[in-house]
């Protein structure tokens, strides 16, 4: 599976920016799938996820801010990032890991899933928030 993100860029605080995670090679339907971001210096840090049957969990620091959903059609997972802050300025990442068959069909032990166990990631792409 490759994963090519866009949609990075440099924005105000208070804008808004939707970032793309094109899947090919694999379709991606019941996957779990993930955003990730680090910040210079930082670790990376997780910051949603969508399991094999859509159920999302964002972290504490976007949530009601930024939102994922996936066009299962269009094998494309994107995050959508509004009221933008400066410290949400970091190259952010897709990640996907077909997990097992139980996995794709009732979802679950997303959120959960350790970075390392995501076999598949995008190259990045940078989000600067200008305050």
């Known amino acids: 599976v490759l994963l090519v993100e866009s949609g990075g860029g440099s924005v105000q605080a208070g804008g808004s920016l939707r970032l793309s995670c094109a899947a090919s090679?694999?379709?991606?339907?019941?996957?779990?799938m993930g955003w990730f971001r680090q910040a210079p210096g930082k670790e990376r840090e997780r910051v949603a996820t969508i399991d094999g049957v859509g159920s999302i969990t964002s972290s504490f620091a976007v949530e009601g801010r930024f939102t994922t959903y996936k066009d299962n059609a269009k094998n494309i997972l994107y995050l959508q990032m509004n009221s933008l802050k400066p410290e949400d300025s970091a190259t952010y990442y897709c990640a996907a890991d077909a997990g097992n068959s139980f996995e794709r069909r009732f979802g679950g032990n997303c959120w959960s899933r350790r970075a390392t166990d995501f076999a598949y990631w995008g190259q990045g792409t940078q989000v600067t928030v200008s305050s």
């Open positions: 090679g694999y379709d991606t339907s019941g996957y779990c």
